[in-house]
């Protein structure tokens, strides 16, 4: 059984410094929904017809989400084996991870509004979101059913999740 207990490679990802002074400078936290960002989890969730969808960026002690559909929270407490999975566990796409029944790692971390969402989940996939030089989220993709993506919808994933980078991108800019 997997759960969310610490581990010591997730806690020095989670408080990596550089991550954090990125996500500060691109002032991207705790910001209202945009329109570009929900489109783009929109388009996620359509495209794979999955019940939800999510940008999220991985904060000291949390995941955020800039943009989600079928959750309906803005947050999640950090879950070790989750962060893991995502972040430290080799995979054959350097930036997708492809994951199945989580579950079983989020018994006790889960939100009393998220509670019946999370019961069930059988498949994650998501595309990485680095920016100048660090990891600082994912697109992410949830279903309760297992699936075995095609070559064509983890394309899709990775041309989604390159339209978030564009956007962090269009920030970063504009701030200066």
């Not at 500060?24 to 017809?49: H, K, R």
């Not at 991870?97 to 059988?122: I, N, R, Y």
């Not at 991108?169 to 701030?175: F, G, H, L, N």
Request: net charge negative; aromatic share 10%; charged share 25%.
């Amino acid at each position: 059984m997997v759960t969310c207990e610490a581990d010591p490679r997730v806690d020095a990802m989670v408080s990596d410094s550089q991550r954090l002074r990125v996500l500060d400078q691109l002032g991207i936290l705790d910001t209202e929904y945009e329109e570009a960002f929900d489109d783009i989890v929109s388009l996620a969730a359509l495209t794979w017809g999955v019940p939800a969808a999510a940008i999220n960026f991985i904060d000291k002690d949390r995941f955020w989400f800039k943009a989600e559909v079928g959750l309906g929270a803005r947050e999640l407490p950090i879950c070790p084996y989750i962060c893991s999975q995502t972040l430290l566990e080799p995979n054959p796409y350097a930036d997708l991870v492809v994951g199945g029944d989580f579950c079983a790692a989020l018994q006790g971390k889960k939100t009393p509004q998220l509670a019946s969402w999370w019961h069930g989940l059988q498949f994650y996939a998501g595309a990485l979101i680095r920016f100048n030089g660090c990891v600082l989220g994912a697109l992410s993709i949830f279903d309760h059913a297992p699936r075995n993506p095609s070559e064509r919808e983890l394309q899709v994933l990775i041309l989604l999740r390159d339209q978030v980078v564009r956007e962090l991108a269009s920030r970063s800019a504009k701030r200066g």
